[in-house]
């Protein structure tokens, strides 16, 4: 089955601690995306890559980092420095950036307490 | 930068009746604007788009307008089903390199 996962669904952290978020795909897409979702909130991106090896901040990509090593993997480090860590992570891809659509993951739920 | 906004955050309806939701978006660059449904706990996924060439695309019960001058579009759902109830995103996006700019969502509920 092609598509895109998410791992783990769920996550809890003590605040201070870094965490991870893993984001794998084999739909040979070339851009992958990062959103935050808040409760009954949209969509905010925190990181984007159009293509390996080459990532972009999004609007809110403080207390953030990301790498994109391998066209299928684009893990999200959730660091101590972001002060309100506690949301709904969303894993995105697509064959191109711009107008073509985004297949989203199934999502992680972070819980920093 | 391109703003959008959607109309209403929340809307109830009766099983079997319609649902319209609007959204407005500010650059008239835009030339991309799909409508993602999100159930609970959940990804997005995308459920029709439609590009600025066209005004209008029908799916089955699923339709999405689009008026490039009052630079607005909307969903539309006819015969309304319980597995209709979710939250509904619409986005707008430019040309390659620019990214979806989503609006804050509608919560749909479709009473029994």
């Known amino acids: 089955d092609g598509g895109i996962t998410q791992s783990p669904k769920y996550l809890f952290r003590k605040e201070g601690q870094n965490v991870t978020l893993s984001c794998e795909q084999n739909?040979?897409?070339?851009?992958m995306y990062w959103y935050r979702q808040d409760p009954g909130q949209g969509l905010r991106l925190i990181y984007y890559?159009?293509?390996?090896?080459?990532?972009q901040k999004g609007d809110i990509a403080e207390g953030y980092s990301v790498s994109r090593e391998k066209k299928e993997s684009f893990p999200l480090t959730v660091t101590s420095a972001q002060k309100n860590p506690t949301a709904f992570y969303l894993c995105?891809?697509?064959?191109?950036?711009?107008?073509?659509?985004?297949?989203f993951g199934p999502g992680t739920r972070l819980t920093v307490t | 930068g391109e703003n959008v906004e959607q109309h209403p955050s929340t809307l109830s309806v009766q099983e079997g009746d319609s649902a319209v939701i609007k959204c407005t978006y500010s650059?008239?660059?835009?030339?991309?604007f799909p409508w993602y449904k999100q159930e609970l706990g959940k990804g997005p996924q995308l459920i029709i788009d439609?590009?600025?060439?066209?005004g209008e695309k029908k799916d089955q019960r699923i339709a999405v307008t689009l008026n490039k001058t009052a630079k607005h579009f909307s969903l539309h759902i006819t015969e309304t089903q319980p597995e209709d109830s979710a939250v509904y995103f619409c986005?707008?996006?430019?040309?390659?390199?620019?990214?979806?700019?989503f609006g804050p969502g509608t919560r749909l509920s479709v009473l029994p």
């Open positions: 995105a891809s697509s064959i191109s950036s711009g107008n073509y659509e985004q297949y």
């Open positions: 739909l040979n897409h070339d851009a």
């Open positions: 890559s159009q293509i390996v090896n080459d990532f």
């Open positions: 650059d008239s660059a835009s030339n991309y």
């Open positions: 439609i590009r600025s060439n066209v």
């Open positions: 986005a707008a996006s430019m040309y390659y390199g620019q990214n979806f700019v």
